[in-house]
């Protein structure tokens, strides 16, 4: 049998490594690897039955021979020939196998597609993926060979799961808590198959870690056990009696100021745009926004955390109640407070010193919460000065509301607290 007749009974089972150095085919049970310009045969082996898959591994140091009727996979090493590995399935039996694209684990699919089983030519170790979906594409790799997508078929529903091909283990968004000196504490995940963690705070004194999720829900782990010991949600409507809701609302301007608008004051504020709180009544419907849901990266679960400086309060938002903030009691465990804005919030900080929370909102406006209740304040000066960000002095005197292009100093007066004046503006550089 010359070799142009040996290609074509081989057609299926004859392949290019992929250095395009090697020419490998099968006859049955040999594997023959030949040089790919001269055709000569470097290599010979031998299997244990007949070869139904051949497939070359991403460094071409590698061939792996799938036999499935004997749910076997023998491993040959083109540099030490010498070297060989079986990998027995057993009575699981064997549909299919692959490469990982590392070169360095194999795939392999049980009969019935109960499962894969990873396993490692390095470390000899066993993975197994649970659910793999029968059908002809269900499986491929991200081009740097860092994830697997698979389609599975669980609970009469099919789903594609993304997994980590360096441990392979479901890709979560998960929180890992190491000591000092490398030792794995604690793993958490708030829930199994959807997006998980998006947002997490420490509180000052190191003993809670809050956890927010996509589900709309704050996790709360201590730091003995590092297991959770609450959760807070974050309905869209609130009837508990213990909370208070302040709802932000527009201050009607004075009769006399109707008939012609009001005079610009540099050092006092537009009455024209103030703002103020009122204390809702119970039940109170918080403003929701819909996602998305063909859009990546929805406006839905915990965006933004922060616990207060003295670990009483946590503040909290929730994307799809965009315009809200929660404020928590940490010493209770339980909700204390809702601030629900006529905006959207952008930012929120605690001043370092006392349990002071500054928010804005875009607009020309701050405000602040504290335990004695909250206020609103107009930014001062000519224009519409909108506060994207803000940031406090160390001392908690004083803090920074920044715009695109500006920035404006708030000073608080030590005795009245909740009595502002503030600097002049000056350019951001």
Request: charged residues 20%; glycine residues 6%; contains cysteine.
């Amino acid at each position: 049998m010359n070799f142009s007749e040996l290609f074509k009974l081989s057609s299926l089972l004859c392949k290019f490594s992929p250095d395009g150095k090697y020419l490998a085919s099968c006859v049955q049970y040999r594997l023959v690897v030949r040089d790919a310009n001269t055709l000569q045969i470097l290599q010979l082996y031998t299997c244990l039955d007949q070869i139904q898959h051949l497939e070359w591994s991403a460094d071409s140091l590698f061939i792996l021979c799938a036999l499935y009727k004997r749910g076997l996979v023998q491993v040959w090493s083109l540099e030490q020939p010498e070297w060989h590995c079986k990998i027995d399935e057993g009575s699981a039996g064997l549909v299919a196998s692959c490469w990982s694209p590392d070169g360095r684990h194999i795939l392999n699919t049980t009969e019935f597609h109960l499962r894969i089983t990873v396993w490692s030519l390095c470390t000899k170790s066993v993975s197994y993926i649970k659910y793999p979906k029968a059908c002809q594409q269900g499986i491929t790799f991200t081009r740097d060979g860092r994830y697997l997508a698979l389609a599975e078929r669980r609970d009469c529903r099919d789903y594609v799961s993304i997994f980590v091909c360096s441990d392979w283990q479901l890709l979560r968004y998960k929180v890992l808590l190491y000591s000092l000196d490398g030792r794995l504490l604690s793993a958490f995940c708030a829930y199994e198959w959807s997006l998980g963690i998006k947002s997490v705070a420490w509180s000052p004194s190191s003993q809670f870690l809050a956890i927010g999720s996509y589900d709309g829900k704050v996790r709360i782990l201590n730091h003995v056990t590092w297991k959770m010991i609450t959760e807070f949600g974050h309905p869209a409507t609130v009837n508990n009696p213990k909370i208070v809701v302040y709802k932000e609302a527009e201050k009607s301007p004075p009769l006399g100021h109707l008939a012609c608008p009001p005079p610009r004051v540099a050092a006092g504020p537009l009455t024209s745009s103030e703002s103020k709180y009122e204390i809702a009544s119970m039940p109170v419907s918080l403003q929701t926004l819909k996602p998305a849901a063909d859009r990546a990266n929805p406006r839905i679960g915990i965006g933004a955390l922060a616990f207060s400086p003295d670990n009483y309060f946590l503040a909290t938002r929730n994307d799809s109640v965009p315009n809200a903030v929660w404020i928590w009691d940490i010493r209770k465990l339980r909700p204390l407070a809702v601030l629900e804005q006529l905006c959207t919030v952008r930012a929120f900080q605690w001043g370092p010193q006392q349990p002071r929370l500054a928010i804005c909102t875009g607009g020309s406006k701050v405000y602040l919460w504290s335990p004695a209740g909250c206020v609103s304040v107009q930014v001062p000066g000519e224009g519409d000065f909108q506060v994207l960000s803000l940031c406090w002095h160390p001392s908690g005197d004083s803090l920074a509301l920044l715009s695109k292009d500006h920035f404006c100093l708030c000073f608080l007066e030590m005795e009245e607290s909740m009595r502002m004046a503030f600097g002049q503006r000056g350019n951001c550089t």
